[in-house]
């Protein structure tokens, strides 16, 4: 417990090069993430992003058995599982099985790629869950070259993506590419899925990707404010489970993820509170003799 408040070794290992490119890592993560988090939660995404990481986890393993850069099989399977499930999964009424089958399926063939590499079962055990120290300059590059293609691409189709979640039969109806944008989206989302498999794990993903959209969402009704909350909330998760996890030497998806459940709880309690306000005001505005008098 000590070393978790160990503010001086803390601040020693926030000055090492590898962190440094950890926290850059996250930072371009967190950004993406609370992009696309908010839209995740809207089109009700949030068991496909699981079955997303559940592939990325599979072209880790696969890239860690062939001896080749891990975020490139992690990008490979995610855009992979994105396209299955854009093709698989057209009608919304069996979306959730073929997304089951897909995560099944994925996590068994990861599994079975771990038992034959031969190599550290740190390794092994940073693709579940995260491992800041196996990011390199190539990783970074390969993030932010990843992200900015996937931000490009969402401002271009932000719009009429935004009106086919909110009325998909409208949108259709004034001719919006529907049939297009949704799997354009899966593979954005299938991209953003696979960045985030060194920093927080193919497992924990999840806790960027929706927990600070899903947190948003509970304060404000607002796309656009909830984007920004999104940002923030998945900005301060990334970064703050980074530096929380250095002194201890702990799991950085632990502190992501514990950071995550602790902003969306403290929305819940905010939305209550607002809510519960809101009924006092309609109560003793209904009560209040100038609403008793009505005319006839």
Known sequence: ??????????????????????????????????????????????????????LAFTGAAAALLLGIGVSYGALAGAVIAALLLGLLGGRESERDSVI???LSFGLGLGVLLLWFYDGRSSNKFGILVGQIVAI?????????????????VLAVIYRPLLFATVDPAVAVARGVPVRWLSPLFAVLVGVATALGVQIVGALLVVALMVTPAAAAARVT????????????FAEAAALGGIVLSLAPGAPVSFFVTAISFTIYLVCRVVAHLRGRQRSLRDLSGSDSPRAAVRPS
């Open 1 to 54: 417990m000590d070393k978790l408040f160990d503010v001086e070794l803390t601040a020693r290992l926030l000055q090492l090069d590898f962190v440094l490119m950890a926290l850059g890592a996250a930072a371009v993560l967190g950004l993406v993430a609370g992009a696309l988090g908010p839209l995740i939660v809207m089109r009700r995404m949030s068991f496909a992003v699981h079955g997303t990481a559940e």
């Open 100 to 102: 089951g089958v897909i």
């Open 136 to 152: 390199e300059q190539q990783d970074l590059e390969l993030l932010v070259g990843s992200a900015v293609v996937v931000l490009i």
């Open 221 to 232: 009704s607002s796309p656009w404010r909830a984007t920004v909350l999104a940002v923030v």
